[in-house]
């Protein structure tokens, strides 16, 4: 298992955030990680990223311990969010640059994946463009493909298709399904209950605790729902 994690909790003095959640996520696999805001999926995600220690429980992610070897961790994932993702005053090819060099990429590979990654998103003549400048779809876009440059084993996406029209979050997904393919896992936070549906699993989240974790077609049947957003309102109103 690529991800696996055993009664995995997070408290913060008597609040408990996370709450002994236990799973595991298969290498290639898409897996949605859903809740309301304050369930404890941003909490979860920072300790699988090795940003947050646990209170208690174990995890590891990609072969790392989040204990002990979160330095790890973090050169073998690629993470993408919606709020900050590109640095909006620099260009494209900055920003190809700088996150490069973080995940320790050598400059003779930054080239030949930066080439190909403008090739592919057809940004070639945009490459010394603000990213500022560019529409929202196109920036997200580029932001998940500088998240997998380094080609890790795991890419971590917290509500990556926020604010995007319909359309280009189609697009944005087709981007994950070949990134699945390739034998990147994804695991992915949304407040767009229709995209769970394009998930190979989704673990519910409620009050920091796992309520329902299987496919999207099980989850429906086990919740009598007819979509996952039915779901979604059953488990959320259990809420305390």
Known sequence: ???KTEKLTRQF???TAVDAISFSVSEGEIFGFLGANGAGKTTAMKMLCGLLLPTSGTASVAGFDVYTQS??????IGYMSQKFSLFTDLTVWENIEFYAGIYKMKPKRIKVHGAKLLQELELEQQKRRLIGTLPLGIRQKLAF??????EPRVVF???PTGGV???TRRRFWEMIYDASARGITVFVTTHYMDEAEYCDRVSMMVD????G???PARLKAQFDSKTMYDVFLKLARKAV
């Open 208 to 211: 920091g605790s796992i309520m």
């Open 213 to 215: 974790l299987d496919s």
């Open 165 to 167: 029209d319909p359309i």
């Open 145 to 150: 493909s500088i998240a997998i440059i380094h």
């Open 13 to 15: 003095g008597s609040f």
């Open 157 to 159: 996406l917290d509500e």
């Open 71 to 76: 330095e790890k961790i973090k050169l073998n």
């Open 1 to 3: 298992m690529i991800i």
